[in-house]
């Protein structure tokens, strides 16, 4: 953000009204109302151009409460508004976090009250018969990777229970840089090429990232500046090691070398086009739960009964 206004320096470039922040590619400094505008124009390009939402499409947005969870669902509410006859149900996964799920359970009832917007709630308890603290208990430090499996299962299930033709989900463009170059960092190329976005046509949920041209930074000025911004609690297990550098070494390198975050997007996209290892068979099914998987013993069924592997 810039400092205070004042100098025409830190004036809106559309208008004279002080610059909340100051954006490049191409160089402009932006008011509230301007970025504002600004933001949700990237994105709703983005949909139209990427993602594709049609009258008649069913938009589960998984809503956890946090910050860009509360922007996706805000600007997708803008954007239905003005591409009428797509719907959108916001879905919150209720982990079983002690001391952190229920003040952002509040703010994510609060957000869909406000809006307007339909509100789907499903727990692991009710799902997995356990909490994630009960399931984590004496494995913390898995927690991120055993919770990460066991969302995605949650978030289907919610999103074919209100008939979801889509699964929308609030990744902002740090995230999906960080997540190539974590990709990259552990040699895992089949999850680096993986794009969900298809759904595998037929078989799963497509999942689309509308807030992914916008970056973590300009999701907080966005709320910040529509009075949306609520400070919640951070989920206590978030300590990846791995990512938090990562975050910080793209942090260092977007300052040196601007334009770092897109290049690694741009990275995927080549990747994505040059290979082949999409998934040439249709998966089966899991010889436990029913739920397709490409193996004989699905991932959460793993998780969940490890003797079984
Ligand atoms: Fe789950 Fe980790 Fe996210 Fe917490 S930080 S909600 S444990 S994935």
Redesign the pocket.
């Known amino acids: 953000m810039t400092g205070s206004a004042g100098n025409s320096v830190n004036r809106c470039t559309h208008c004279n009204e002080p610059a909340i922040i100051r954006l490049t590619d191409p160089e402009r400094r932006l008011c509230a109302k301007h970025f504002t505008e600004d933001a949700e124009e990237r994105v709703f390009n983005h949909i139209d151009t990427e993602i594709m939402i049609h009258p008649g499409s069913g938009i589960a947005a998984g809503l956890?409460g946090g910050k860009d969870s509360t922007a996706l669902l805000v600007i997708l509410k803008k954007y239905i508004a003005e591409n009428p006859g797509a719907e959108i149900v916001a879905v919150t996964i209720d982990?079983g976090?002690d001391g952190?799920r229920e003040e952002t359970l509040k703010a994510a009832t609060k957000l869909c009250k406000n809006l307007g917007v339909k509100h789907h709630i499903i727990s692991f308890t009710e799902l997995f018969e356990k909490s994630?603290d009960e399931i984590v208990a004496g494995q913390k430090d898995r927690?991120?990777s055993i919770?990460?499996v066991l969302?995605r299962r949650a978030l289907n299930e919610a999103a074919t229970r209100v008939n979801a033709t889509a699964i929308a989900t609030g990744h902002n463009l740090d995230d999906e840089a960080q997540s190539v170059l974590m990709n990259t960092l552990r040699g895992d190329l089949a999850h680096l090429v993986q794009d969900t976005s298809n759904g595998y046509p037929k078989i799963f949920i497509p999942r689309i990232k509308p807030l992914s041209v916008l970056t973590e930074k300009e999701i907080t000025v966005y709320l910040l500046a529509n009075d949306l911004f609520t400070d919640l609690p951070e989920?206590?297990?978030?300590v990846?090691a791995l990512r938090s550098e990562v975050r910080s070494m793209i942090a260092d390198l977007e300052y040196s070398y601007p334009g770092t975050k897109k290049n690694l997007i741009k990275f995927r996209s080549g990747v994505r086009g040059v290979n082949n290892l999409q998934v040439d068979n249709d998966p089966g099914f899991c010889r436990i739960c029913g739920e397709r998987t490409g193996g004989d013993i699905c991932r959460v069924c793993s998780l969940l009964e490890p003797d079984l592997d």
Do not use: H, Q, T, V
């Open positions: 956890s982990e976090i952190y994630l927690a991120c919770c990460g969302r989920c206590p297990y978030a990846s």
